[in-house]
Each structure stands twice: as structure tokens, then as C-alpha cells.
């Protein structure tokens, strides 16, 4: 049995292949990022789904791209929980990149692949290779145009009192806003990333009105700025988008890309179905 896992830090999906490549099954769990969560919270999250923990004596081979993977001790630290559950599986573990890229890529074709959900990242395939230029420092300083990011752009305006009157009661209507609360999810608990992309379905949904426009506007920009600009021949190949927000946000994408003379690719809200069609095509490899 083999396991394609893609994992972000909101969610992880999980799908079983057999060697001729059907789909034994499917499920999703809660995000996995070693990053932001501890040991035994990513160890309780995977044994609690019925279907890994009754089949993980039969796992062979797990592929796993996930979020914080892009670091080696991180990487080490989850690899060491699937070698304890998975004992009987060969384990290849790539950051998310590595998924996006797969997902959204035409064999031969160079392109750079985007990252747009809970977190944010952005390399380069060369039609063979991924060349990833800047290394993700995470939620705290990076991450630009993603979920948390843009959850922390509300927060702020909504504390300096940039919102509107409208924006602010509607705002505090969909969340608890009260400064214990808000320091609390952020510097004590588990997943701070996740708490904060929660607020952005709340500039999603007023994504229209000038004050959401300009932070979507200004995320983007700076993502452009600080990722896709840093290659070269970024004017010359498609760029391709994985992810919740580049999905919801994608006529805003398409807008600014013409501002800066980039050609959009595919857009793609979920890779583990394009990351199992890829499998598929290597499964006489794997076996």
C-alpha cells in the first residue's frame, strides 16, 4: 500500500494507492506542520483517523509533502513519528513545494509554482528540477499574501482603527476580539498560523471595498516583489497558483500579474489530486 500525503497547516490529505494504481482510500486529518505544533499533537492527530491507524501496517511507501518541511529539524521530527506508526514504510518526505510543483506542472515545461493557503511559497521547475530560492522563515516573517498574513493585516487595521465602522462591528461580530483572546491563540496556543488565516474568509467575503482591496492589493504586491521577482526569467514562464486564497482570490492575482507584465498559468485549489496523478504516472517505479 502506498500513502500520498499533502499536507498544509490547516489540513492534511491523505490517499492510498495499491500497486497497480487504484485509490484504496481517502481521508483528510488536521494540518501537520512540525513548525508550529508539538510531537505529540502531530502523533495524535494521525492515530486518531481510524482508517491510517488500522492500515499502517500495510503501508509500503509514503510520500508526504508537507508545510515546515523545508527544514531539517523539522523534517527530522515528523519523520521520526511516521517511522514509529508507518514501521513497515519506506518514507520520502519534501516539503510542500514539492506538491504544488507537481500538481500544476507540464512535463518539459519551466514554470514557477506558487504557494497561496494557510502559508505562502513560491520556486521554480525547470521543466526537471525545483530551485528554491528563498527559504521560508515562516508565519512570523514571511508568508506574505497567505492566510495568516492577510489575518494579521484585519487584526491590525481593526485595532489602529482603519476599518470602517460597518467593517469593525461586523468584524467583532464574527470573532472574539478582546485582547487576551487575541495575544492568547497567537503567542500560547498551538497553530498561530491557523488561527490567524481564520480571519481571512472575513476579507475574502469584502474583498470589493477599498480598505480589503488595498490589503490584498499590498500582500500580493509584496509577494511578487520579494518571491517571484527573485527569478530572472520570470517574465518569460507561466505562474502557477496552489492554494484556498489563490483560488478565492484569483481574478485579484490575474489583475496585478498584468500590472507587473507576468503570465498566469493554472490555478489550482487542492494538489493531492494532481500529486496522485503524478504517482500514478511513476507507480512502476515505486514498486
Excluded at 482508517?51 to 529539524?73: H, I, M, P, W
Excluded at 508568508?143 to 469593525?168: C, P, V, W
Aim: with cysteine.
Amino acid at each position: 500500500m502506498i500513502l500520498v500525503v499533502d499536507s498544509g497547516s490547516t489540513k492534511t490529505d491523505w490517499i492510498s494507492i495499491d500497486d497497480i494504481g487504484s485509490v484504496l482510500f481517502s481521508t483528510q486529518t488536521l494540518g501537520l506542520n512540525p513548525q508550529v505544533l508539538s510531537s505529540a499533537i502531530l502523533n495524535e492527530r494521525i492515530i486518531n483517523n481510524y482508517d491510517l491507524y488500522q492500515n499502517r501496517n500495510e503501508v509500503t511507501k509514503l510520500f508526504f509533502y508537507g508545510a515546515g518541511c523545508g527544514v531539517s529539524s523539522s523534517k527530522k521530527r515528523i519523520e521520526k513519528i511516521f517511522r514509529e506508526i508507518f514501521s513497515n514504510a519506506e518514507l520520502d518526505i519534501k516539503e510542500d513545494t514539492y506538491a504544488a510543483v507537481y500538481s500544476a506542472f507540464k512535463p518539459g515545461e519551466p514554470s514557477i509554482v506558487c504557494i497561496l493557503g494557510t502559508g505562502s511559497n513560491c520556486t521554480y521547475y525547470n521543466g526537471k528540477d525545483i530551485e528554491q530560492r528563498v527559504v521560508s522563515l515562516g508565519y512570523v516573517l514571511m508568508d506574505e499574501a497567505s492566510g495568516n498574513f492577510f489575518g494579521k493585516q484585519l487584526i491590525r487595521s481593526y485595532y489602529f482603527k482603519e476599518m470602517t465602522e460597518e467593517h469593525s462591528k461586523a468584524f467583532e461580530n464574527e470573532f472574539k476580539l478582546d485582547p487576551d483572546t487575541v495575544k492568547e491563540n497567537i503567542y500560547r496556543k498551538e497553530n498561530p498560523n491557523t488561527y490567524l488565516a481564520t480571519f481571512a474568509k472575513f476579507l475574502i467575503d469584502r474583498k470589493s471595498h477599498p480598505i480589503m482591496k488595498g490589503i490584498i492589493h499590498n500582500g500580493l504586491k509584496r509577494f511578487i516583489e520579494h518571491q517571484i521577482l527573485q527569478f530572472n526569467n520570470s517574465r518569460e514562464v507561466p505562474i502557477h497558483f496552489v492554494g484556498s486564497i489563490a483560488f478565492y482570490l484569483q481574478d485579484e492575482i490575474k489583475e496585478i500579474l498584468i500590472e507587473y507584465e507576468l503570465s498566469i498559468g493554472s490555478i489550482i485549489r487542492r494538489p493531492i489530486d494532481g500529486l496522485l496523478n503524478h504517482h500514478k504516472l511513476q507507480i512502476d517505479n515505486l514498486i
